[in-house]
T-cell receptor, first 115, second 109 residues
Framework: TAGITQAPTSQILAAGRSMTLRCTQD?????MYWYRQDLGLGLRLIHY???????GKGEVPDGYSVSRANTDDFPLTLASAVPSQTSVYFC??????????????FGPGTRLTVL | GQNIDQPTEMTATEGAIVQINCTYQ??????LFWYQQHAGEAPTFLSY??LDGLEEKGRFSSFLSRSKGYSYLLLKELQMKDSASYLC??????????WGAGTKLIIKP
């Protein structure tokens, strides 16, 4: 079982360029999440989706956008990358996601460097 | 504000026992998770506590005191493969997951 996959594994991006990080899950989970993880800081939520067709902003949404056209896919787009967006990005999913304590399952991450 | 505190780094010896503490101040509480994260890898689920007391799962145990806003993860019979970061996360009143910065555990032979 693949679980959650992310692509690319790593990327070096020039500042000002756009990029989409891909995330796909095959567990039919309702909820999906995008986090960034920086040294010395906890995982910070960028955007989330409780079910297909809906999205919401997390703690650090500026400079990022998401869409949830179907249950399986949750792409994260950086419209115009800046060096402060250099980070490791994790996608996660959870079976239900709303109004219940729910274990989140993480993808392998994308390491993004913006120069 | 919402805050979760964990020690940044701990060192322990192979075969020994280590306790990793987590204190939290959040708007409401709906449970607490512990995750393990090896370097360069994704976090993986270890335990979930919502009631006070100790939950034991093999070599790992997790304790919760809601009145004190406190949890710990206890690792027994440490193995070299336990070298990793351990992340504490609290589910707040609106079911958002608030993450601590993690504790890096170094195991020495």
């Amino acid at each position: 079982t693949a679980g959650i996959t992310q692509a690319p594994t790593s990327q070096i991006l020039a500042a000002g360029r756009s990029m989409t990080l891909r995330c796909t899950q095959d567990m039919r989970h309702n909820a999906m999440y995008w986090y960034r993880q920086d040294l010395g800081l906890g995982l910070r939520l960028i955007h989330y989706s409780n079910t297909a067709g809906t999205t919401g902003k997390g703690e650090v949404p500026d400079g990022y956008s998401v869409s949830r056209a179907n249950t399986d896919d949750f792409p994260l787009t950086l419209a115009s990358a800046v060096p402060s967006q250099t980070s490791v990005y994790f996608c996660a999913s959870a079976p239900q996601g709303t109004s219940v304590p729910d274990t989140q399952y993480f993808g392998p991450g994308t390491r993004l460097t913006v120069l | 504000g919402q805050n979760i505190d964990q020690p940044t780094e701990m060192t322990a010896t192979e075969g020994a026992i280590v306790q990793i503490n987590c204190t939290y101040q959040t708007s409401g509480f709906n449970g607490l998770f512990w995750y393990q994260q090896h370097a360069g890898e994704a976090p993986t689920f270890l335990s979930y506590n919502v009631l006070d007391g100790l939950e034991e799962k093999g070599r790992f145990s997790s304790f919760l005191s809601r009145s004190k806003g406190y949890s710990y993860l206890l690792l027994k019979e440490l193995q070299m493969k336990d070298s990793a970061s351990y992340l504490c996360a609290v589910i707040s009143a609106d079911y958002q997951l608030i993450w601590g910065a993690g504790t890096k555990l170094i195991i020495k032979p």
